[in-house]
């Protein structure tokens, strides 16, 4: 089902924040609408986890806004926050003893009244998640058995039954060979684009930025940030000021590749 929201699913409005005594940005003004996926990039300490975990109300900010669906965050219930926003966090919570079934259901009880089991439908959507992730085969097996990349498409598979507004992901490529990077971030992007949802991706990978992400905020390091369309700020300046090492692009028909010299 296509969305029908009109309004920013996320804004900041001169979002501040710091650790410590160091800004990593100050005077951040973000806009995520519907169908849009956003890269966050930016060398180690520089604020990308920070600023997804804000964007979640898990940590305050320093100065400045964040509206959800054009309502300040605070407004929002915990629960009304958790069927609005989900997160795939770097490292997974799954050493309780579960099934990859059970884990996935996971994700649909910010939905669940009190008291109320999972129905047809709510299984039926982990079904489905599972099946994207190339999971089916494995939907009973215990979590505990499974390797690293095995565990993070099963994080992604719940983060998919659990149905956000807004994707927040933390290093999606965690743990995942090649081939598994691309589809569960396709996957991601299709649901976007198709359901009018948002994304908002903090990774090391520029490349997946570059292929996946339509706008790029390029945090610097010095409290300043890059912010705009991919092809924009996605250039080989841009990317050696952030890093602080020189930054080489090849194009090629359909995109470009980016490595270290």
């Known amino acids: 089902m296509i969305s029908t929201v009109t309004t920013p699913i996320l804004q900041t409005l001169s979002l501040s924040l ?19 996926c956003i ?23 320093d100065s400045g806004e964040i509206l959800l669906l054009g309502h300040h965050l605070n407004a929002w219930s915990r629960r009304e926050l958790a069927t609005r926003l989900g997160i795939l966090f770097q490292s997974g919570t799954d050493d309780m003893p579960a099934t990859v079934m059970e884990t996935a259901l996971l994700g649909r009880h910010p939905h669940l009244a009190k008291w109320r089991w999972e129905d047809a ?4 959507q982990a079904r489905n998640a599972l099946t994207e992730m190339n999971l089916e085969a494995l939907a009973e097996r215990d979590i505990t058995t499974l390797s690293g990349g095995e565990r993070q498409r099963v994080a992604i598979a719940s983060l998919l039954t659990q149905r956000p507004q807004l994707y927040l992901l933390d290093e999606p490529g965690n743990h995942l060979d090649i081939a598994f990077q691309i589809r569960s971030l396709e996957v991601m992007r299709q649901r ?10 903090a990774t090391h990978d520029i490349n997946l930025a570059a ?29 050696s000021r952030a890093y602080g090492c020189e930054i080489r692009q090849v194009a090629y028909e359909g995109g470009s590749v980016f490595f270290p010299a």
């Open 192 to 201: 976007v684009v198709n359901e009018g949802l948002g994304l908002c991706m």
């Open 18 to 36: 710091t650790i410590g005594t160091r800004a990593l940005f100050r005077d951040l003004n973000l806009t995520i609408e519907a169908g849009q």
């Open 121 to 124: 439908e709510d299984i039926a």
């Open 211 to 239: 292929r996946f992400c339509d706008q790029i905020l390029l945090l610097t390091g010095d409290g300043e940030f890059l912010l705009g369309a991919t092809h924009e700020i996605l250039t080989p300046e841009n990317l």
């Open 39 to 61: 890269g966050v990039l930016g060398q180690n300490g520089t604020g990308k986890t920070t600023l997804l975990h804000t964007l979640i109300n898990f940590r305050p900010t």
